[in-house]
């Protein structure tokens, strides 16, 4: 059984911080991040909440599909940073658009999370105890941001984009996975519970995760690099041999945006023209996991979508997690 996407929908801050701006605040330059990473501009939150741009995106996806909110039977939040460590921004979001009685849940697979959200979706849909899923991926990661340190803050923005999914007919595969061996790759730790009867100190496990300061994303870039650009391949090809299907049949392929060099490694890997990757980095840098649907938005208002175009989506995010599915447009 394979999926339709039918409504997409997106939301991002009008903030809008570009590479000269981050010059003035670290050490670093635009020559410098355009040639390491694409990235030219991001938009940044200016109080709007996870939750609120998500519902923003949600709204547009549900009238992009032509349904109600009534019709909406399950929620799927994808986030790192969602507002509440309880509810779910999935339970918010569906609170903010007046959903009465639908399954809401958040589900955290780093920038990965929107492939992991359309392989439980899928599912969902094919067993039939749902019918209508919205995923919601929204993420204000600039909440995590070290604005003190050049290798991590000018790679991130804020956004939100949500997809209306149902049953459909045509093709369609998935896979996801995670390396956890490489979980303290990138990491943001909470701080350790202060209580009046705490006499012990927290130990990780790890020294670098020990050392590390709370709040703050840590990220091993070199290392994210080298896992990204043979798992996003990986992913890929493994999601193709599920689906029945040669690479060369994949008509358009809608890759995590982390960094334009690792998208174009990962393409070269594949021996798949770039003309069929869709890029946006330019204009968002890395929304972790609301990037992809945010490229599908674009796209579809673009007109750019045929119907019977085989997508290809691949992610990968902090866990470390990767995936890949293939559906049908
Ligand atoms: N401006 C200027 N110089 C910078 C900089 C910046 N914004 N960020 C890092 N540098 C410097 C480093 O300090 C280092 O300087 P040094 O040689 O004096 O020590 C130099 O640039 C090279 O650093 P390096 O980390 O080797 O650069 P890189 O080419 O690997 O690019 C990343 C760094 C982070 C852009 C790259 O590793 C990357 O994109 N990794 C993947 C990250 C990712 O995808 N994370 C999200 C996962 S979902």
Redesign the pocket.
Known sequence: MGLTIKGTGMYVPDVIADNDD?AKI????DE??TT??GIKTRHITNGELAFQMGAEAARMAIKDAGIEVEDVDMVLGTTVTADCLTPSMACLVAKEIGIEDAVCMDLNA???GYVFALDIAQKYLECGDCKTVLIVSSEIVTRMVDYT????????GDGAAATVVTKGDGLYSSVIKSSPQGADK?FTKLPVPENPFKTGTADWGDERMNDAPTGFMQ?Q?????KF?TTAMPQAVEAAAEKAGISLEEIDLIIP?Q??I??VQTAMKRLKMPKEKCYVNIQDYG?I?SACIPLGLCQLKEQGQLKKGDKICVV????GLTYGAAIFEW
């Open positions: 981050f670290v050490d670093t330059s410098w991040i390491r990473t780093a920038c990965a340190d050049r290798s991590t803050c000018v790679l991130f990138i990220m870039g070199n290392d994210v690099y990204a995590h982390a960094n060099r690792i890395n972790s992610g990968f995010g902090a």
